[in-house]
């Protein structure tokens, strides 16, 4: 005669180390997809960002040599920005209409898809910023920017929101160090990704700030990755932004 619980097929000794083995490879494995999940969007961020430093230089190109402007007027109340156009009086952005898109050839360049941000109407859907201030100014000649290698021209950009809820945004103008407004996102392992003048695109660590500065506190800004993108440590100073 058999016993009882040899039918059962597994005693509850056997079954408590089954789900001890279970928990033991899930906490190995999850932080495995979690890193290869940031690798992958790190991957898309260069793909995107190499491909905007592209769009961008085949625009000087076509307008002898002058770096893109920060926008241009199309019609009434209808600006062109590099993401998009957006006519303040409709309240409508059409993509098809940025200054980049003849050159990017397809929608969504503008966009990280691992970052959905469509929190402002008036810029879309978008996840990277310009240097606008030193190279979008519609008056610099691409041959002006003495290191382009050293010089950014794109980088994942996000800002915060000061009014309620404080949200992330989608921002679409890159600030330099001396600006005192932190717009380089790190939202990949902790790393942004920057595509340099000469369409070069890496990953980067933002310098974050740790002591007060203009009229803001550090904390906001560290807690959303946002930071400075330098080399001397100096915030005073633009050496990866400027024209020298
Ligand atoms: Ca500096
Ligand atoms: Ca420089």
Do not use: C
Request: aromatic fraction near 12%.
């Amino acid at each position: 005669m058999q016993k009882k619980n040899d039918s059962t097929g597994f005693t509850l000794i056997e079954l408590l180390v089954v789900i001890a083995i279970i928990a033991i490879l899930a906490a190995i494995l999850f932080p495995v997809f979690a890193r290869a999940k940031s690798a992958a969007q790190g991957t898309t961020n260069l793909s995107n960002l190499r491909q905007i430093g592209l769009a961008w230089t085949m625009y000087a190109g076509d307008y002898d040599d002058v770096l893109m402007p920060p926008r241009s007027f199309v019609s009434g109340s209808k600006f062109a920005y590099w993401w998009a156009s957006y006519d303040s009086t409709s309240q409508v952005l059409r993509e098809e209409e940025g200054l980049l898109f003849p050159y990017t050839k397809g929608k969504g360049i503008q966009s990280d898809p691992s970052w959905p941000n469509r929190l402002r109407a008036v810029i879309g859907f978008t996840g990277y910023g310009y240097n606008y201030a030193y190279l979008g100014t519609g008056r610099v000649s691409s041959t002006s920017v003495g290191s382009p290698s050293e010089t950014v021209a794109f980088a994942t950009s996000a800002r915060l929101d000061f009014l309620p809820p404080n949200a992330l945004q989608g921002n679409t103008y890159l600030e330099a160090p001396s600006a005192n407004y932190p717009t380089f996102h790190a939202r990949a392992n902790e790393v942004g990704h920057i595509v340099w003048a000469d369409t070069h695109s890496r990953g980067r660590k933002p310098l974050l700030r740790s002591t007060p500065f203009a009229s803001w506190q550090p904390q906001p800004f560290r807690q959303a990755r946002l930071g400075e993108i330098d080399r001397d440590g100096d915030l005073t100073t633009n050496e990866l932004f400027d024209l020298d």
